[in-house]
């Protein structure tokens, strides 16, 4: 029995290495390729089958920052996302809380709107609310591309499943007291609330930066553009040199890692009481 036990065990760590592996063999293709001579890149790993550079080099990095603006790319991208993700944390989380603590009329019948509405893909609403946003005149600006995903059904939902879970005490002391909603929301429940508050911007925040459908129908001019466009343009853009694409590419994944590693913890904290399963 303890025999087939540990054969399971084993068989499943190496499933799951396997499945890594597969996974990180193009992210070090392109980490890797970043540092390689544009004739090397695809043409070394075929011949000797080794990824490594033989050479280590900072060209195609200088060569990204020399064909286009990409630390305008990198600054839209930021500001876009920090202003969805911070605007997202307030609006939704006023929203669930409403939901999950207020009574108001049709308090239920809208719940069940929102959780119908998280089965909506953008791509479904992408052509109406690009006529929306035309008539506002809003294309080819910020606002067209933060506006329309501040308030998202996903994270009202996330927020309310966690503010379930809270205890009522805390807040019914606090009404004792003297306090309002509005002083409850942001003196009790928001301080303990930090594990979902990291869960939604830390997904917020991955939706957002690589959004690629919205900003390529609403937006035609660089000062505006995000870099999940800036990369899709860079590509079309000759002469084709794929180190410079793969250094493109490392420069755009290295801040969503960064916030991902800082957040981890509050990450993994979130998903497990808010009942998000994988």
Known sequence: ???????????????????????????????????????????????????????????????????????????????????????????????AYAFARLQWPGRDWLLLVVIALMIIPLEAIAV???????????????????????????SIYLFYTFFLGLPRELEEAARIDGAGPWRIFFRIVAPNAKPVFATVAILSFLTQWGALLWPLMVTHSEAVRPLPLGIATFYSLPPLQWGDIFAFGVMMVTPVLLIFVLFQRWFVQGVATTGVKG
Not at 130 to 144: A, H, I, K, N, S
């Open 128 to 154: 109406p609310l690009f006529y929306e946003v035309t008539l506002l005149g809003w294309r080819d600006t910020y606002w067209v591309q933060i506006i329309p995903f501040i308030a998202n059904a996903f």
């Open 1 to 95: 029995m303890i025999f087939k036990r540990r054969v399971g065990t084993l068989s499943v760590y190496l499933l799951l290495a396997a499945f890594a592996f597969a996974f990180l063999v193009p992210v070090a293709m392109m980490l890797f390729g970043s540092f390689k001579p544009d004739d090397q890149v695809l043409v070394q790993a075929a011949r000797s089958g080794s990824l490594l550079p033989a050479e280590f080099g900072w060209f195609n990095y200088r060569d990204v920052f020399a064909r286009v603006p990409f630390t305008r790319y990198l600054f839209n991208s930021a500001f876009i996302s920090v202003c969805i993700v911070a605007g997202g944390l307030l609006v939704n989380s006023l929203a």
